[in-house]
Nanobody, 120 residues
Framework: QVQLVESGGGLVQPGGSLRLSCAASGSILSVNAMGWYRQAPGKQRELVATISSGGSSNYADSVKGRFTISRDNAKNTVYLQMVSLKPEDTAVYYC??????????????WGQGTQVTVSS
């Protein structure tokens, strides 16, 4: 059994900052790519950023220069530092991780989601 637990969402004014965290726990042999996705009301879930086990990152054009993804492999944790937040960043943010379990198989896991609201 593997769990992803997110934290750090909340209400912030435009131009403000937030830091999201997502910790993986359970029957983990290794953690491959990790990432953040978001889903705004009435819209499809979209990629925000991903990071490989080696630290290579990829970002959606809409967040480049404002969001930074990082990870702590010792803690099986991924972070998303968000600055210069805009109202259009309002969404539920989901953590995703591809994890190799003790069964030697790899699966994609999702967190429960954390709400980010950018509003004055």
């Amino acid at each position: 059994q593997v769990q992803l637990v997110e934290s750090g969402g909340g209400l912030v004014q435009p131009g403000g900052s937030l830091r999201l965290s997502c910790a993986a726990s359970g029957s983990i042999l290794s953690v491959n790519a990790m990432g953040w996705y978001r889903q705004a009301p009435g819209k499809q879930r979209e990629l925000v950023a991903t990071i490989s086990s080696g630290g290579s990152s990829n970002y959606a054009d809409s967040v480049k220069g404002r969001f930074t993804i990082s990870r702590d492999n010792a803690k099986n944790t991924v972070y998303l530092q968000m600055v210069s937040l805009k109202p259009e960043d309002t969404a539920v943010y989901y953590c995703n991780a591809n994890i190799r379990t003790w069964s030697l198989r790899s699966y994609d896991y999702w967190g429960q989601g954390t709400q980010v609201t950018v509003s004055s």
